[in-house]
């Protein structure tokens, strides 16, 4: 193909770089570079669009481009190192991080950038980022377990403490230090999401311990939280419905749960127990006789509706 045709054709996608919108200018970048990567005037254009355009969004898009397509050129990994630095915006410093512990993991300087961001960086984006390259790179460097656990347990944003449980949970499960360690933050924890999120990274990645079952059962019977109990209760429905004596641990817990209403608002954990009971176990005698008695006994109404209702269904 002619030079000529080959600059007719990269015309229309230079010319969007000139819109005002953002997305028209990462758009046209990207098939720039996707399209024309042998074009001598690309590379020098998307070095200009990643450090000068007004947008994160777009100077985000021209440095993924230039790290995954032009990595042996020199000049990539000094710019890419730069834009990982805390005086850029956190949407520019994440992809930075990803496309170094990604692309250049050999380098000397990335290990120490990226325990620096996963543990000070101010934005939870960019401090998660960190978190995950480390494990997914070095997850075997003696700093990696504990910045994980600190950041469990002292990151300010729950997404970040989340995110480091539930790599916990997924690398470490073969080690019951990490296990006994995850089980006491569940009690600890004040957040409900990051406690549930535990909870299910536990039993995911724990199906197969002896202990899970156990603590799960405890963990029902036992929490404050209604959440946390009827997490568990359907963690133990889902997961675990065939192991014996599960029906009968729920049908206790869909009897006994000490839940008394406060607000209109909450769940009650007998009826979540019900619900899982009835989805796992339909047509069970066990089911229909509790099905009957809660729609006499239970002292929740809308626990005694959805009884009457579901057992007036199986009549049918």
């Known amino acids: 193909m ?21 997305q028209v200018r990462r758009t046209a970048l990207e098939e720039l570079a996707e399209g024309w990567k042998d074009d001598p ?38 710019l890419l190192k730069t834009y990982a630095q805390p005086d850029n915006h956190w949407g520019i410093r994440g992809v930075a991080l990803e496309e170094l512990a990604e692309g250049w993991k ?26 995950r390259e480390l494990v997914k790179g070095w997850k075997n460097n003696p700093d990696t377990l504990p910045i994980l656990q600190s950041r469990a347990q002292s990151d300010e944003n729950e997404y970040v403490r989340r995110l480091a449980l539930q790599r916990l949970a997924k690398g470490w499960k073969n080690n019951s ?28 990645n ?11 059962k405890a963990l029902v019977q036992l929490d404050n939280d209604l959440y946390i109990r009827i997490a568990g209760l359907q963690k133990l429905a889902e997961d675990w419905k065939d192991e014996p004596g599960i029906l009968e ?13 406060q ?15 009835i989805e796992q176990y339909p047509g069970h005698p066990q089911t229909l006789a509790l099905l009957r008695d809660r729609a006499e006994n239970d002292p929740d109404e809308k626990v005694r509706e959805f009884a009457k209702r579901v057992n007036n269904s199986q009549r049918l």
């Open 2 to 22: 002619s030079e000529r045709i080959i600059s007719d054709l990269i015309l229309p996608q230079r010319r969007l770089l000139q819109e005002v919108y953002w």
């Open 41 to 78: 005037d690309i590379l020098p254009l998307l070095k200009t669009y990643a450090q000068s355009d007004n947008y994160w969004q777009v100077r985000r898009t021209a440095l993924e481009e230039l790290a995954e397509g032009w990595k042996d050129d020199p000049d990539i990994l000094p």
């Open 106 to 131: 050999d380098d000397p300087d990335i290990l120490p950038l990226l325990k620096t961001c996963a543990q000070s960086d101010n934005h939870w984006v960019v401090r998660g980022i960190a978190l």
């Open 177 to 204: 230090d990490i296990l006994n360690w995850l089980k006491t933050f569940v009690l600890s924890d004040n957040t409900f999401d990051v406690r549930q999120a535990t909870i299910k990274a536990l039993a995911k």
């Open 206 to 216: 724990w199906m197969d311990n002896p202990e899970a079952i156990p603590w799960l």
């Open 249 to 261: 641990f729920l049908c206790d817990r869909a009897i006994n749960d000490p839940f008394e209403c």
């Open 263 to 277: 607000e209109l608002w909450e769940d009650n954990p007998r009826l979540a127990a019900l619900e899982a009971i």
